[in-house]
């Protein structure tokens, strides 16, 4: 015959529930003292766990458990609990006697008396028995009840529950759980039933970690990859969970440069600089409370990268012109198709910046490294192109067969991602004659993306080279590999500036000469610290140029 294992309660001492040192007591029910009073409940051992200022009660309560249950063993066990309200001070102290206590489940069969002490008590007591750091079931105590005439009861032990968290009622509360994490993730990925393993994962994390910090997210990938997409949907997610109360705010980094990027995003007060003729709060104050998605944030200018830096450590910054600190409590979302380790090398990103936003960091795949999803995906883009376009269309069954062929084949380079396959199948439905994408609908869309592909494989630049003379002076300053991640309209630009630096004979000297137009319609004349601005964009002093 197999050895009956002991049951062991832990519970907390009620301060009232449990109080009572007068004779009269035994007319009340007492939920620690009635726990050990239920015939077909033995209890072998009660921990008792109470606050050293309470003892005299808990030592009279281990004195009443003794008169009506002898065989019951109670241990008096001291917790430090200030302010019984304070979720984390208590769950703190449960916790610590969590780790201390030495739980035997083979030999003893543990009961967590839920009832006594305060909800947030009971809250941490269920959460750290649903967490099995403490190994037990729930045992839930009820007072007894006065009959329909109202009639007290002759005995005031009440009533107690079981509960297992293994069982199926509580799977049941579980999977309710469950089902809102898959719709969340679902929701991730726009509905599309993708079949990537890894990419599947990826949505996962990014679930999880949209559900629990408010830190900082850094998305990467190539241009097309949905970045941005994704980003206002892990805004959407924490906005149904009431986690976000602002604005979803974004910003393509790559569309402002200077001043305009600093006043964009910290704002400016009238007449900062040149056409600031009112005031302007900035995205920044916008996303005040909500998210703030910063899209190909490589190409901010290191003014801008410290500005935004400080803004996400204090909450702080400084409109432009302003001497007055405006504040946001906003969540970062941050997106590149660049190596900013790389760039963080070359000078042109901060890297404190970069650790900073660095905390949670998810590199989203190009549509050519998933393949499989493409299937999925193009039912989703087919839907889009139905909403933009007022029209409906489908393909037959060679069709949609033929183009999968081509676009999951050695053929479908899907260099732009997403937007190529959106741009495909927008074509493909304005083009589909009745509605109906047929054969040759395919045929043509695959040819037209073929011959788009292979211009940037043929030997034809993805952007045009500048002239030998500018490749030269970007070159000396900037290294070969600091020219080639450079925009073509920065590569014309810069070298201008670079020639005409070089030579001046100083940097206000060079400053007059670039900015000589526009010298008489501004107030401020600090042409050299404009130009020390510009420069340091691009990771270059004037010290490097001089030399």
Known sequence: MAKRRSTVVIGLLGTELDKGM???????????????QHADLRVDRFELLMQERHRA????????????SPDTTVNLWPIAIADPWDLEEVYGALHDFAREARFRPDDEDYLAHITTGSHVAQISMFLLAESRRIPARLLQTSPPRRDRDGVKPATVEGTYRLIDLDLSRYDRIASRFQRDQDDAIASLKAGIATRSATFNRLIERIELVAARSRAPMLLMGPTGAGKSQLARRVYELRKGRHLVRGEFVDLNCATVRGDA????????VKGSYTGALSDRPGLLRKADGGVLFLDEIGELGLDEQAMLLRALEEGVFYPVGSDRE?????????????D?????????????????????????????????????NLDYELERAATSLGTRATFNREARARFLEFATGPEGHWRGNFRDLNAAVTRMVTL????????????????????????????????PEPARGDDEVLVAALGREGVEALDRFDRVQLADVLRVCRAAGSLSAAGRVL?????????????????????????????????
């Not at 409590?329 to 590149?336: E, M, R, S, V």
């Not at 901060?350 to 490294?369: K, S």
């Not at 009745?434 to 043929?458: K, N, T």
């Open 57 to 68: 009660l808990a030592e009279q309560v281990a004195r009443d458990i003794a008169e009506v």
């Open 515 to 547: 900015f000589a137009a526009s010298r008489a319609r501004r107030t401020s004349l600090n042409d050299a610290d404009r130009l020390r601005k510009y420069l340091a964009r691009f990771g270059i002093s004037w010290q490097d140029l001089a030399k």
């Open 432 to 463: 589909a004659p009745g509605g109906r994408i047929d054969r040759d609908v395919v045929d043509e869309e695959s040819a037209r993306l073929r011959a788009h592909w292979a211009s940037f494989q043929s030997g034809a630049p993805e952007r």
């Open 340 to 376: 900013l380790a790389v760039d963080v090398s070359a000078g042109r990103f901060r890297d404190d910046l970069l650790a900073r936003i660095n905390l949670w960091t998810f590199r989203l795949p190009g549509l050519r490294e998933r393949s499989e999803d493409i299937d999925a």
């Open 22 to 36: 007068r004779p009269e007591r035994w007319s009340r029910w007492r939920p620690t003292v009635a726990a050990c």
């Open 261 to 268: 990027a600093a006043s964009m995003l910290f704002g400016h």
């Open 326 to 338: 405006a504040r946001s409590d906003f969540q970062l979302i941050a997106g590149t198709n660049r």
